[in-house]
Structures are given as structure tokens and as C-alpha cells.
């Protein structure tokens, strides 16, 4: 029985067989967490903290260690003891910030998010504090974004110890055992998996800019848009693996790429194993009725059969059966 979505607000997201599923939101401001908390969200999957840093205009200051720690302190507050994961700062190519010049050829490939945050520590250090005293209000875990290189992840989890080891100097409080995942986002991250799985707690799959790096398609490029394919074959391996792999590992994966919140894509994603969605708060509660109507059971060999072709169209035409079961 379909019920009307806002009476879905308080019903657990379980499908017809009693497997649990977390439905997260996706914010970009404190404020959004309102819309979040409304919608019945079980945390904050994905925080994109650069709209703090984003059109303050040229002249302009970066955000100062207290005004974000306030930001990131309402965030927490806000969501009521449910998780909030709070992703660094991910500017360059399509977020650009007005007061830092951008002027690569091809900027999505360039000194973007956890990138530039490597090259300007101290900007990454005043994040990194501001997030870990946000972590002492409430849970909080923090995402990196854009990681590609062993080094990369290496080189971000000691600038986490250096934030604490400022935070103790300073008596500020935080949470020691805060939790350190991925953005898994560049073709080469999904491919390394074990790299990952290896140093960090979670990992998320960024969607948008895989497709965007595994299919070569500028994701803001209106002339290429038509070749923006999330059902492309090569994508829903690197999917699949990147969740039978964290399964496997007992490493938690979620998908917060706008995927995530396509109710046409939530039964293949079900069908994958994905157990964490987190998606825009307009877009939850449709993706829950979704899930109360599905059976993984009757699902499962339907993404079988899309996984094992390379035929678009069969693939095309096997989601959309999956839909009308
Ligand atoms: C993504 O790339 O899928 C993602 C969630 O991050 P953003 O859209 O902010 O790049
Ligand atoms: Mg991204």
C-alpha cells in the first residue's frame, strides 16, 4: 500500500524482507539541517563544507577557525545526537572560491579539493580543529574528499594528528576516536580499494565525479551532457565492487552522488548491497517508500543479470523491470 510520503517521516527504512537501510542527507549550509531532520533523516551522510567558504566575494576572508567550528557546532546540534559527516573543503573546478585565483586549463583535473588543502596546510589545519571541536558536541566524522594517492591519505591523517596535537596544546575538547573516511570518487580510488579500506574507517561513493572521471564527461558541460550515463557498464562495476570490496573488508560504504537519490536507481543500488544512502533531504522520503517496497530477494537476480551484460539497452531495460516490479 502506497502511503502518502510525509506519513513515511518516522517509519523505519526497512525493505520487505527486514533488511535496515540508512537514509543520511546531504547538506550545504547549518541551516539545511531543518529540511534534513524533517525529512527523517538518520544523520548527515555528506556536510559540503565549501558553500561556507563560496561567494563571499574577492576581497573577502576565509572562514576563521570559530566561524566554522559555529557552523559546524549548529550542524551538530541541530541533528539531535544523530551523525553528522562533516566532508573538507572540496573547491576547484566546479565550486570555485572567489578569493583564491583558478586559472587551470582543466580545472576538475587540477590542484582541486583535498589536493589544494595539501598545499595550503594551514588553511587544512584551521578546518581540521574547527571540525575536531564540532566532534566534542556530538558525533561527527570527517570525509576527505578527491583522494587518489596513498601518500595523499597518508599525508591527511597526520595533519589530523597535527590538529589534535594543537587542540590538546590549546585545552580545546574533541572526540580522539573520530572517525576518517573516503570520498570514493576517482576511477583510480575505486580500483585501489584495499589502499583505502587499509587506513581509513569509511568510505563514500561520490557519483557525480565518477561518472564524470571514468566516462571523460565535463559534469557541468551542457554539450557532453547527454553522454553522462550513471547505467554506463563501466560505472556500475566500479559500484559494485567498490561495495562487495568494503563488505567484504567490514568497512561501511555509502553512496552520496546524486545516484543516491534517483528513485529509479535505488532498487539496483539495493540489489548491490548498498545498506547507506545519502542524498538531498527533498528526495528521502520517495526513496523510502522505494525501500518499503522492495525485496531483496526478488531484486538480487535482476542486478545479476545487469551486471553481467555489456549490452546498454538489456541494461536499460532490465532497470527499468527492476522498477516495475
Ligand atoms: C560527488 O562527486 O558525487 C559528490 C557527492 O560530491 P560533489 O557533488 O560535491 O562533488
Ligand atoms: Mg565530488
Known sequence: VRKKLGKLKKTPAVTRDGVAIALLANIELPEDCAAAMDAGASGVGLFRTEFLFMGRGSASKLPSEDEQFEAYRKAVVAMKGRPVTIRTLDIGADKPLD????????PALGLRAIRYCLAEPRLFLTQLRAILRASAIGPVKLLIPMLAHAFEIDQTLALIEQAKAQLRDAHKKFDGAIQIGAMIEIPAAALALPMFIKRLDFLS???????QYTLAIDRVDHEVAHLYNPLHPAIL???????????RAGTPVSVCGEMAG?????????????????????????????????DLSQI???VRK????????????TVAQLQAL
Open 99 to 106: 578569493m583564491i585565483e583558478h586559472n587551470a586549463l582543466n
Open 306 to 317: 545487469i551486471l553481467r551484460s555489456v549490452e546498454p539497452g538489456m541494461i536499460g531495460d
Open 237 to 247: 562495476h566500479l559500484l559494485s565492487m567498490t561495495i562487495k570490496t568494503g563488505e
Open 205 to 211: 561513493i561520490g557519483t557525480n565525479d565518477l561518472i
Open 300 to 302: 538480487e537476480p535482476y
Open 262 to 294: 534517483d528513485i529509479h536507481l535505488t532498487r539496483l543500488l539495493l540489489g548491490m548491497g548498498l545498506r547507506e544512502f545519502s542524498m538531498h533531504p527533498a528526495q528521502l522520503l520517495a526513496v523510502k517508500q522505494e525501500i518499503l517496497n522492495s
